[in-house]
């Protein structure tokens, strides 16, 4: 049974997009479904989020960073994720433990059996049931973000601290969400997200009329 449903990606691959594009699929077809993300899916998660993702270069030590993203997610599971799935929903979360192998694991050379463990613990082993993995070449996905940037601030781009990294190391995050998917096939659906976006959500519509009906 599909109870949670995870999308990943590097940044700029348009996974908010697609998982409202999802939701609103799931709501004409009067299935109860609710939409979060990580990091920022709580009170204490946007706090979080606002600390992550706004303190400058290097103020941060790559562990610190690491337990911010799991105390969020512990927050997360038990606030948001565990009582909709007992309440019959179907969950969307934008981001979840994969993120964090994918970002601190091979992006930061965390040790990834460590990274599972901790996963584990933060998230009392809550696992998704399918996940999304939106892949895009690295130069597309962060050309997105900067354009949707300057929009939204008019004008003016204001890059994060994941956005400001060496393109190196989206390149190590985009390898390791593709490693991550090719070793758990039956979990994730590798998605072509260079194409236009009404493409890819006709796609991923495709897969849960498939995944929802066995
Ligand atoms: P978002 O803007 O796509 O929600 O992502 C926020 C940033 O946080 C993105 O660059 C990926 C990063 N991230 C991690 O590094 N580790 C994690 O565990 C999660 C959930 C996000």
């Known amino acids: 049974m599909i109870r949670l449903i995870t999308f990943e990606g590097g940044d700029g691959t348009g996974k908010t997009t697609q998982v409202r ?35 400058g270069d290097n103020e941060v030590a790559s562990s610190t960073e690491l337990f911010l993203y799991l105390a969020d997610r512990s927050q997360h599971v038990h606030e948001t994720i565990l009582p909709a799935i007992n309440a019959g929903k179907i969950v969307l979360c934008d981001r979840f433990t994969d993120s964090t192998l994918a970002y601190q694991g091979y992006g930061r050379g965390i040790d990834l059996k460590w990274l599972r463990q901790l996963n584990d613990a933060a998230s009392g082993s809550v696992r998704p049931d399918l996940t999304f993995l939106l892949d895009c070449p690295v130069d597309i996905g962060l050309a997105r973000t900067v354009r949707r940037q300057a929009e939204a601030v008019n004008g003016r781009v204001r890059e994060d601290r994941f956005e400001r990294e060496k393109i190196e190391f989206h390149e190590k995050v985009r390898a390791g969400f593709l490693e991550l998917a090719q070793n758990e096939p039956l979990r994730f659906r590798v998605i072509d997200a260079a194409k236009p976006v009404e493409v890819t959500a006709v796609e991923i519509r495709r897969i849960i009329d498939k995944e929802l009906v066995a």
């Open 21 to 55: 594009a999802l939701e609103e699929y799931l709501q004409q077809q009067q299935r109860p479904c609710l939409v979060t993300r990580e990091p920022g899916g709580t009170a204490p998660g946007k706090l979080i989020r606002k600390v992550l993702l706004e303190v």
